[in-house]
């Protein structure tokens, strides 16, 4: 199970922490990433980090935001800095087990940012 939170109401250029907390599966053995989805469209992979090595798939978010495992804590975060109105969505994490593909999904947090 994984516990997504951190989201919220954010100024432009602030600078959130999301953090997802997995319990029941121990997280360096999966695969981690952050996805984010508006209405309308399909939820897109914005970060991902498996074996330490940290890919941002999203070019929009490139240079501004970082995923961070804390293998201590069983949690991954999410450092969004220079927020901007079009990064408002629902941000999820998941968890993919790298042996099996089995994956799990965060309930997902809203982050909105004002102009």
């Known amino acids: 199970q994984l516990q997504a939170s951190g ?6 250029g602030g600078s959130p922490r999301l953090s997802c907390v ?3 599966i121990i997280l ?5 990433g952050w996805y984010r989805q508006t209405p309308g469209k399909q939820r897109e992979l914005v970060a991902s ?10 070019d ?5 935001f970082t995923i961070t495992p804390d293998n201590a ?10 927020l901007k109105p079009e990064d ?3 941000y999820y994490c998941k968890a993919r087990r790298l ?17």
């Open 88 to 90: 408002t969505a629902v």
């Open 99 to 115: 042996l099996t593909g089995q994956e799990y999904w965060g309930q997902g947090t809203q982050v909105t940012v004002s102009s």
């Open 22 to 24: 997995a319990s029941g």
């Open 60 to 64: 929009s978010v490139k240079g501004r």
């Open 28 to 32: 360096s053995s999966h695969g981690m």
């Open 49 to 58: 980090i498996t074996f330490g090595v940290t890919t941002n798939n999203a």
């Open 7 to 12: 989201g919220g109401l954010v100024q432009t």
């Open 73 to 82: 804590k069983n949690t991954v975060y999410l450092q969004m800095n220079g």
